[in-house]
């Protein structure tokens, strides 16, 4: 090197050197990159039985909360603009209490004019009913008669003619009225058909109409308008898998938490077994987890004093009591 003096090799002195300090940051870097090592308590305390089943033959299994009703998806009967939105979310209703309501000027205007024809053909069966009495009498005064000369054969065919004439008109008054009634039943039942109304008591939901908004028959909202169901109380639906399906002791109480918190343990009481064993759905993740598995889903209604802890939609941990004789 023509750069450095004479008595210093760069290749002896200056080139190990180099090699240290590169030596020592490569060690630095790695050791600032180690990951920390130290024990900490976890964030989630893992879910474990307590009580009689700590020690006691159980079966695991997870869930889903949902409403004893489970969740009914409300749409609408007619297609047309939402005018009023009477719930929000959170909101208890009764059954039959309107949810929601779409235009109905169209209902109503031909509601007006069912009323009016109503009105019309009433009329025309007073008025068709006062000109029958009123040529039957005439009629009876000529047949009351007893000289057959002092009436003339041609006022008794009128007084006929005007008879019948009036039955006529009695009878097509008659027929326009009933056709009016139904056209106002048609227009009130469409009215009725306006207003969205809960099929239950329960609670709502989810809310995903808003006033202006249209809604139509045919689904083309990728939601439905309102969920709701009831949730005094709450069910949790435990999937069980189907080669643990059965060991478990039906009609138990099992210990259910939600997913996250297992030192909230409630005891839930056993509400039917479902008689169709369907395809898993919730994944948990696991290694070794099947995905082909078919599982036995089983019904437990959750306490009252739950509602705080559990809400609808939510992914709960649970224990179930098993069998003695099968058990593992």
């Not at 240290?20 to 893992?46: H, K, N």
């Amino acid at each position: 090197m023509a750069l450095l003096p004479e008595n210093i090799s760069f290749s002896r002195k200056i080139l190990p050197i180099i090699a240290v300090v590169g030596l020592i940051a490569a060690v630095i870097s790695i050791w600032r990159g180690l990951p920390d090592r130290e024990l900490a308590e976890p964030e989630q305390t893992p879910l474990t039985a307590s009580g009689e089943l700590a020690n006691s033959p159980r079966v695991a299994g997870a869930g889903v909360v949902e409403p004893s009703s489970e969740i009914i998806d409300i749409g609408t009967a007619l297609s047309g603009l939402v005018t009023q939105l009477l719930v929000k979310p959170g909101d208890f209703v009764a059954e039959g209490q309107p949810l929601f309501v779409v235009d109905d000027r169209a209902a109503r205007a031909r509601l007006r004019e069912a009323s009016a024809a109503i009105a019309e053909a009433s009329a025309a069966i007073r008025e068709a009913q006062t000109a029958r009495t009123t040529a039957q009498r005439q009629l009876d005064l000529y047949a009351a008669i007893e000289d057959p000369a002092a009436v003339s054969r041609s006022e008794v065919i009128r007084a006929e003619g005007e008879a019948a004439a009036a039955s006529s008109r009695l009878e097509l008054a008659r027929a326009r009225l009933a056709a009016a009634q139904a056209a106002a039943g048609s227009a009130q039942t469409e009215l009725g058909r306006l207003t969205v109304r809960a099929p239950i008591a329960g609670e709502i939901l989810q809310v995903n109409v808003r006033p202006g908004e249209f809604v139509s028959t045919m689904g083309g909202s990728s939601e439905p308008y309102i969920r709701m169901g009831e949730t005094r109380p709450l069910h949790v639906r435990i999937d069980i898998d189907e080669d643990e399906a059965l060991r478990v002791a039906m009609g138990k109480k099992a210990i259910v938490s939600p997913r996250g918190g297992a030192d909230k343990r409630v005891d839930a009481t056993f509400v039917r077994a479902e008689p169709l064993v369907v395809p898993k759905r919730s994944l948990t993740n696991s290694a070794a987890e099947r995905v082909d598995v078919r599982v036995l889903q089983l019904i437990y209604a959750l306490p009252e004093e739950a509602r705080g802890t559990f809400r609808v939609g939510q992914q709960v941990d649970a224990f179930i009591p098993a069998t003695e004789a099968q058990s593992q």
